[in-house]
């Protein structure tokens, strides 16, 4: 039976990852293209000797040589959380530009649909809030955050040319903060940060006075829809994520009251360019997907702070 072929840049990722098991689930082939440098085999290991699995350790800024169809592109590689970004400046502006570039040059080729993951840093430390797909967004190019807010919001401009020049059948996902099973404890990021300290007995390192917000999408629900938008008509971007928005601070609270810990909030300073608040507006998503996240932020933590429990030991 004939099965379409999907290429997932970034496969070895926390959302890559989550995304080659769906696509395989749909009844596709998939082939991940990972360099390692953020992601791991660890995450698809599961899926080696599956028969419509194939890995292939590649860094994408790099030409890109895949003989045979292709179908679906999603382009998932990027360093991807603040720590990361940061330790790795040039290489996320080098994914982001020469390796969009690259890999809509294969979609082209190959006349597959593209999807690129963008991200709600293209907003920046936004004026408007919630985000609509509308907002322009407020960067700021030459601060630590830039590296990666540039480099997304260049890599969707050449997702537009390619589809305007070229004719290239392109998607783009603005994905909000996500969280789930296969995020690395050691990422940075506000949930693995708080549950790794906790489960050491460790203070919790809120940054600032914790009364920036963020709104949490669990990985499956952010999944449903970048896999709704592949499949849809829609070439303009679409928010991806949950709008159940919470402060910081009351996120420690959270994963304090969940995990029993005896450890006790800290505050350190707030890195620079933190954006103060970010809340997706879902309506588009709601309009033309016809989807909405379904796990509530009790539910997700608990399956997040499972996996933590489970897999590091911790
Ligand atoms: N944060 C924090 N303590 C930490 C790590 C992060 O208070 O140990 C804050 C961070 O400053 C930001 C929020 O939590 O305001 C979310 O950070 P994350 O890195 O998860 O994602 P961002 O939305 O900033 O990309």
Known sequence: MFKPTAVVTGGAGFLGSHLCDRLIKEGLK???????????????????????FLFEKHDVTNYIHLPGRIDYILHFASPASPIDYLKYPIQ??????????????????????????????????????????????????IGPRGVYDEAKRFAEALTMAYHRFHGVDT?????????GPRMRLDDGRALPAFVGQSMRGEDIT??????????????????????????????????????????????????IKITKTMSKIVFNPLPEDDPKVRQPNIEKAKRVLGWSPKVSRAEGLKITIDYFKRHLGC
């Open 30 to 52: 998939v082939i991940c293209i990972d360099n390692l440098l953020t992601g791991s085999t660890n995450n698809i290991s599961h899926l080696f000797g599956n028969e419509n």
């Open 92 to 141: 996320t502006l080098k994914v982001g530009s020469l390796g969009t570039h690259k890999v809509l040059g294969l979609a082209k080729e190959k006349k597959a649909r593209f999807l690129l993951a963008s991200t709600s840093e293209v907003y920046g430390d936004p004026n408007v809030h919630p985000q609509s797909e509308e907002y322009w967004g407020n960067v700021n190019p």
């Open 171 to 179: 998607r783009i996902v603005r994905i909000f903060n996500t969280y």
């Open 206 to 255: 809120v940054f600032g006075d914790g009364s920036q917000t963020r709104s949490f999408c669990f990985v499956s629900d952010l999944v449903d829809g970048i896999f709704k938008l592949l499949m849809s008509n829609e070439i303009y971007p679409v928010n991806i994520g949950n709008p159940d928005e919470i402060t910081i601070k009351e996120f420690a609270e959270e994963v």
